[in-house]
T-cell receptor, first 113, second 111 residues
């Protein structure tokens, strides 16, 4: 099994629908992140969490919310999806020591029509 | 603010050619620098890192040297293979809370 698992891997939805992307990890890491990848823009941070009780906004949090249900689970929600949220979403984890090396999931491709 | 500027692609090379992908950064203090690689259909994975000036990160034949005087962290490989075809991201960690990624450079190696 992968260290960081994202579900669903692909999702097509309509404008205005609520969408949840889920992430679970077996690394035992405290830190978890959600990134968004768009062509030509690289990766941008949406939210991050350093432990179950800690949630922080990233660079582009508007239109998104997150929930850290347990150390191993971190979900991203789009309350009312819009077409410009069409992107590839990555969950990642890291340890709190040393350089901040991230372990990424395989990604969730979301298309909003 | 903190940022990374990465060589735009795409880059197409023949097998066994020399590779350089340029990366420069802007940051205060002493950031850590990284190269991540994304193979088709996969998430990013760490390729190499350097945590202080003059450090050289290396892995799988790739190298990059942390040059503080030129604020650069260029990725090099002496002889690329078809299996190196991927998207390469330079990243900067100015502190403990976030990584700033470059826009990515797509490399295609043809036989």
């Amino acid at each position: 099994d992968a260290d960081v698992t994202q579900t669903p891997r692909n999702r097509i939805t309509k404008t205005g629908k609520r969408i949840m992307l889920e992430c679970s990890q077996t690394k035992g890491h405290d830190r978890m992140y959600w990134y968004r990848q768009d062509p030509g823009l690289g990766l941008r941070l949406i939210y991050y969490s350093f432990d179950v009780k800690d949630i922080n906004k990233g660079e582009i949090s508007d239109g998104y919310s997150v929930s850290r249900q347990a150390q191993a689970k971190f979900s991203l929600s789009l309350e009312s999806a819009i077409p410009n949220q069409t992107a590839l979403y990555f969950c990642a984890t890291s340890e709190p020591t040393g350089a901040n090396v991230l372990t990424f999931g395989a990604g969730s491709r979301l298309t909003v029509l | 603010g903190d940022s990374v500027t990465q060589m735009e692609g795409p880059v197409t090379l023949s097998e066994e050619a020399f590779l350089t992908i340029n990366c420069t950064y802007t940051a205060t203090g002493y950031p850590s620098l990284f190269w991540y690689v994304q193979y088709p259909g996969e998430g990013l994975q760490l390729l190499l890192k350097a945590t202080k000036a003059d450090d050289k990160g290396s892995n799988k034949g790739f190298e990059a040297t942390y040059r503080k005087e030129t604020t650069s962290f260029h990725l090099e490989k002496g002889s690329v293979q078809v299996s190196d075809s991927a998207v390469y991201f330079c990243a900067l960690e100015p502190g403990a809370n976030n990584l700033f990624f470059g826009t990515g450079t797509r490399l295609t190696v043809i036989p």
